[in-house]
């Protein structure tokens, strides 16, 4: 916003306030667990609180480590996630491009009925899926967790839809005048140029995938099979009073979606800005 | 044997018929690959949505549980429900919080958005800085709130204790458990803040130039062009928040363990519902639950929409 270089120096100071406010509220939960996770037993319950540990005790994550079957854990969920994020990316675009850029009478009622399972909350379905996963036997397994990806996610069919039907007409036009066929035009033209959007949902899916923890709820009942968020769970139940080792895991839960996020931070960005969820 | 004129007319009209063909043919193609690209999803919808909802409605009016079929009942899962003191429990305390936490979550995302957008120093540091909790898994948001708004050795008492406020005792009260959920849950809608700001960037440089001749200051400019402009973004926001919070599970089911407490004040709809289902496998009255639900959300998105003339301004 240009007109900001107007702003006098009291609107600036006043904006500096409140920022760092707010910004105090959003930032120390996350600061008080990367400190909790380095305190030794003597200092966990120390009044008044103290931020930073007299020792750090560093030992704390290679025994969370140990608490838990972390590794385990931690194949489990990046293989759901990893399997569930391939899937809509096979799937979304395809559809999205049929909706968007493929004159046929099926495109419009299609794309209504999309915006209509977008709002569906999820619940209404649950039951009868659980049921019929059971009956074929995959209840127990990870499959139900990514295999539904496969036909496609409403919310990310409508952003790439979005997404398309920005882009001009005259590109697939001339491509078919020159006679490329349909699935020529979407792998080789329409699909390069959603680069951005398609890192938006599959920076989604996986974070999405990660963090579920209701899926794996209903779904995985051996404990080999847990993701970390659902051995988190264990964990909390199991050895509540060890704080430390509890936080000193949430940190390497965390981590790894604010590593992937930072990455791709750019492009993630301006996917949002180009597809219509503004 | 026709006259030259109408050989002509018959030619061109055949010519006609060709490229008609042709492009019919070319449409037929057309619509094809339409159906082939989008058979995932067709085929989604029927498996994944359509056939779920129809079966889902047909075990609400049964006792289906996982260890036998289940038999026809007619609405006796939902006059029960409608006798059932902890449905309601959980329907007014998923009212409660989807009213409060949405139109405030709004407001903070709205106004953190006008605030990163102005152009001051550590501008990306402060952006990455609401960003960061709504990367925390739920999970981790609870167990870091469970500690910090623990009555005797929280951080958020020490600090009330310092403005000389005696602090409430947060989860562990049945006044002040919803609060505490609303707290935790604003502490994660940075994912908000970042589509309100793309909003806020794709507002015309020009508005505010003509706007700053006239004489308008800050604040005017908020009202008259930043906020109306805002509206789709917000009201996108709004369905989705709501849509959301009337969904609302992990944070108070891995909070309070499953359980609820203290005395239901914790129960929310869809634990309730999981609770019914896969707990106690009442999978027939789960699904006239979830009929419920479903009827609820409708009816909320129905009114909001309806009300969308009268606030929302569309560019176009």
């Not at chain 1, 290679?62 to 994020?85: E, Q, R, V, W």
């Not at chain 1, 923890?213 to 009073?241: C, N, R, V, W």
């Not at chain 2, 089911?253 to 239901?264: F, H, I, K, R």
Request: proline share 6%; hydrophobic share 50%.
């Amino acid at each position: 916003m240009e007109t900001s270089s107007r702003l006098t120096i009291f609107q600036r100071g006043f904006a500096h306030a409140v920022l760092i406010i707010m910004g105090a509220f959003f930032l120390s939960p996350f600061l008080w667990m990367v400190s909790t996770s380095l305190k030794s037993n003597a200092e966990l319950f120390l009044w008044p609180p103290k931020w930073i540990p007299s020792t750090m005790v560093w030992r704390n994550y290679p025994d969370a480590i140990d608490y838990i079957p972390f590794f385990k854990y931690l194949s489990n969920s990046l293989l759901i996630s990893g399997l569930a994020t391939i899937a809509v990316l096979i799937s979304c675009p395809l559809v999205a491009y049929s909706l968007a850029r493929i004159p046929w009478k099926g495109a419009k009622p299609l794309f209504g009925a999309t915006l209509i399972v977008m709002m569906m909350p999820y619940q209404v379905t649950m039951i009868p899926i659980f049921i019929t996963f059971k009956n074929i036997g995959w209840v127990g397994t990870n499959i139900p967790l990514w295999l539904p990806a496969l036909f496609g996610a409403p919310f990310y069919i409508f952003l790439l839809r979005q997404f398309f039907m920005g882009l001009p007409k005259e590109l697939e036009d001339a491509a078919r005048i020159d006679g490329a066929s349909e699935l020529r035009i979407y792998s080789q033209i329409m699909l390069p140029l959603c680069k951005p959007a398609l890192l938006t949902i599959a920076l989604f899916q996986f974070m999405g995938s990660w963090k579920d923890y209701q899926g794996p709820l209903i779904y995985l009942s051996d404990e080999s099979q847990y993701t970390l968020m659902l051995g988190m769970q264990a964990f909390k139940s199991q050895h509540g009073a060890e704080w430390q080792l509890m936080m000193a895991t949430l940190v390497m839960i965390t981590l790894p979606i604010m590593i992937l996020y930072f990455l791709v931070q750019k492009a993630f960005i301006r996917g949002i800005t180009f597809t219509g969820i503004k | 044997m026709a006259t030259v004129g109408t050989t002509t007319k018959d030619n061109t009209a055949a010519l006609v018929q060709t490229k008609r063909k042709k492009a019919t043919k070319f449409e037929t193609k057309l619509a094809l690959f339409g159906l082939l690209f989008a058979s995932p999803w067709i085929l989604g919808l029927l498996m994944f949505n359509v056939y779920p909802l129809l079966a889902s409605a047909y075990y609400s009016f049964t006792t289906y549980s996982i260890l036998e079929p289940g038999k026809f009942v007619g609405f006796e899962n939902y006059t029960t429900l409608f006798k059932d003191d902890v449905f309601w429990k959980s329907i007014s305390n998923t009212l409660y919080y989807t009213f409060i936490f949405v139109p405030l979550s709004i407001v903070q995302g709205v106004a953190l958005a006008m605030l990163l957008n102005l152009k001051i120093k550590g501008q990306g540091i402060y952006r990455t800085l609401f960003f960061i909790p709504s990367l925390v898994p739920e999970i981790a948001t609870v167990i870091i709130w469970l500690w910090l708004l623990n009555p005797q050795f929280g951080l958020v008492n020490f600090w009330l204790d310092k403005i000389g406020i005696s602090g409430p005792p947060w989860i562990g009260s049945e006044a002040w458990s919803k609060p505490s959920l609303i707290l935790m849950s604003l502490w994660g809608t940075g994912q908000a803040v970042v589509i309100y700001l793309a909003g806020l960037q794709d507002v015309p440089q020009d508005y505010y130039d003509a706007a700053q001749v006239d004489g308008a200051n800050a604040w005017q400019r908020m009202r008259t062009i930043t906020l109306p402009l805002l509206t789709p973004v917000i009201f996108f926001n709004m369905i989705m928040g709501m849509i959301g919070a009337l969904q609302n599970f992990v944070l108070p089911y891995t909070l309070t363990n499953g359980q609820g407490t203290p005395a239901n004040s914790m129960m929310f709809y869809v634990m309730y519902l999981y609770t019914n289902g896969f707990a106690y496998l009442k999978m027939g009255y789960a699904s006239a639950m979830a009929w419920i639900l479903f009827i609820i959300v409708v009816a909320l998105t129905a009114i909001i929409f309806a009300t969308q003339k009268r606030w929302v301004h569309y560019q176009r």
